[in-house]
């Protein structure tokens, strides 16, 4: 695997913890490890999805429309597979779940808690689609030669 890949496989990983630990901060009415730097969770989740999106056109090349999912992600383990539908089944009801719930009193500056807990469901679903696709890529990636 190329180092940058791998910056990129890691930055995603982190993400992913950084944003499940805000959400579960965000139920505790905290702002997470993060604190009011939470909001820069945007910017990584968008960060990493830019390579993912590489590692998914690679890893789809001559896949057939319906099975472009199974293509990309054949190397990654099946615990991964699972992870990736529940982490987007979460986002979604999640987002419901913040949609309809009446907003509170609105903190002074930066995300309020609920604010983190509708966004972070989110930004755990992107950074575990990136972290899926880009192991993926890098598993399924070709050798490099000595020289």
Not at 23 to 45: N, S
Not at 80 to 85: A, E, F, I, V
């Amino acid at each position: 695997m190329k180092p940058i890949g791998l910056c990129f496989l890691v930055l995603a990983a982190a993400g992913f913890v950084l944003s499940l630990a805000s959400h579960v901060a965000a139920f505790q009415d905290k702002l997470g490890p993060l604190d009011e730097y939470v909001w820069t969770l945007h910017f990584g989740a968008l960060l990493v999805c830019i390579p993912a999106a590489f590692a998914a056109r690679r890893l789809t090349r001559g896949a057939a429309r319906n099975g472009r999912w199974r293509s990309a992600l054949r190397a990654c383990p099946t615990w991964m597979k699972y992870g990736l539908l529940i982490t987007i089944a979460y986002a979604i009801v999640n987002f419901a779940i913040f949609f309809f719930t009446p907003p509170k009193a609105e903190s002074t500056g930066g995300m309020s808690p609920q604010a983190v807990r509708g966004f972070s469901g989110h930004w755990m679903a992107l950074y575990w689609i990136a972290l899926t696709l880009l192991y993926a890529n890098a598993k399924t990636a070709p050798p490099v030669e000595p020289r």
